[in-house]
DNA sequence: TCTGAAAGGCCATAGAT
DNA sequence: ATCTATGGCCTTTCAGA
């Protein structure tokens, strides 16, 4: 059972800045050991809270391709399936599923023909899309410093030292008191005997 | 005037995958030294290929809010004055600005009031807006080999090892032949005359 | 721009608290 | 969970091509 505090996001939020920055520096600047520092990232990648280390690139000047940005109505197909397969293909940058299960994404499209490169990813399937052309996006890594600031995954108040995490059917969870992760954890446990 | 060529590009995909690794297991892969690789990356930085080494965190552990897509009809207001404000509001994580000039984009709205976050976040301006509840996002930083490929900045074709780069006015661009550089740096000048 | 050697710094382990 | 100490690896610098 795991405890994520405000030591934790303040080194998440300066890997964001500079993913390579030594662990003792960090360590310095959070009041900590070395080894301290690096025990904590294991942690953070084991628990999934760092996906990865990685880079921001300009792609712009990278990578060619039509950019756009394609809504995806789902219906009678596999969302999972679709989304997994969209996510694979290589133009393809972000990925989002709606509430109502559609999928929808960005990508540079690769080729002349759009529409043609839109079919086969789609696998030909009878599903209606739209189609919008984009002119810029932007990811926001890290941001300022209040940008990981944790929040209770049962009220939405922010979490203080006083709060408690745990790790609830192999994700993280933050809760702001012991009873917000009672509650918590009794529906969690209430959903899994339903499903 | 700087050269990106395949070898960069690997490195590119390299770190994308994992931007704590070694230079010299990146060195051995690609058939470099480590210094040379050091180097390349230095250049890659100074060019702004590189944006930042940073980490990608699954937020939604982390930071709370309700995940909404929200899609921004702009008439009659600055774009670029917009996005900004957009961006810089530390709730959102994806940006997006259309070719028609909208602007798009992905956040987790604190609080419990959306409505309100999103009147405050848009500055009370009269502007149309669409929101959609999410349930997933994904974001692939630099996916399998050929998503890196280098395009031509004047004809969009794809550059190989006949092609050359160059940083025109700070900022790093890629032809496929040297008349397609002529061609772009002519205009560049003509642009730069103008303005 | 690259290589190779050497110096300095960084990370991971071990063992104790 | 953290610390200190240590051994080994990694990065950088520099000279030379």
Known sequence: MHTIDEIDVEILSLLGEDARRPFS????????????VSDRVARLQDAGVINRFTIDV??????????VFVQ???VGAD???????????D????VFVTAEGDVWFYARAEGRN???WLEELLENGDLEYRVTLMDDVEWRPSLGGTAFALTCAECGNTVDSE???ATIGGDAYHFCCSSCRDRFETRYARLEEGA
Not at 31 to 36: T, V
Not at 58 to 67: C, E, F, H
């Open 114 to 116: 759009v529409r043609r």
């Open 163 to 165: 709060g408690e995490s």
């Open 58 to 67: 300009d792609r712009s000047t990278i990578q060619g391709g039509v950019p």
């Open 72 to 74: 995806v109505e789902v």
């Open 79 to 89: 969302v999972d399936a679709l989304r997994e397969r969209i996510g694979d293909a």
């Open 25 to 36: 520096d960090i360590a310095e600047t959070v009041g900590l050991s070395g080894p301290a």
């Open 91 to 94: 133009a393809v940058e972000h």
